[in-house]
């Protein structure tokens, strides 16, 4: 079992920055890759930025290559999302999720690929 936290949520304005932190403890999360989802009221989740399990390969959706950067700290136990140059339409909540897939470079954009998840984290840009 892996349990996952999101953190970092938050008030900013547009054109800043947060940093979003998914803590994550289960005895084998750090051979998974590690996906951010984000989900705004009434439609789907859709991916965002996911990381292999050693960290040396990532991916971002096309919506925010650029801005956001993937990053995981294994011996800290964390998966972080650094998010700049915010826009009003990044304003919704982030999900840190975990595929099961044990040492695997592949790294999924579908959220049926990933086993775990957290209960989220807020973001909120005001214009």
């Known amino acids: 079992q892996v349990q996952l936290v999101e953190s970092g949520g938050g008030l900013v304005q547009a054109g800043g920055s947060l940093s979003l932190s998914c803590a994550a403890s289960?005895?084998?999360?750090?051979?998974?890759?590690m996906g951010w989802f984000r989900q705004a009221p009434g439609k789907e989740r859709e991916f965002v930025a996911a990381i292999s399990w050693s960290g040396r390969i990532s991916a971002y959706a096309d919506s925010v290559k650029g801005r956001f950067t993937v990053s995981r700290n294994n011996a800290k136990n964390t998966v972080y999302l650094q998010m700049n140059s915010l826009k009003p339409e990044d304003a919704v909540i982030y999900y840190c999720?975990?595929?099961?897939?044990?040492?695997?470079?592949?790294?999924?954009?579908?959220?049926?690929?990933?086993?775990?998840w957290g209960q989220g984290t807020q973001v909120t840009v005001s214009s």
């Open positions: 999720e975990a595929d099961a897939s044990v040492r695997s470079d592949f790294l999924a954009r579908s959220e049926n690929e990933y086993e775990y």
């Open positions: 289960g005895r084998t999360w750090s051979l998974y890759p």
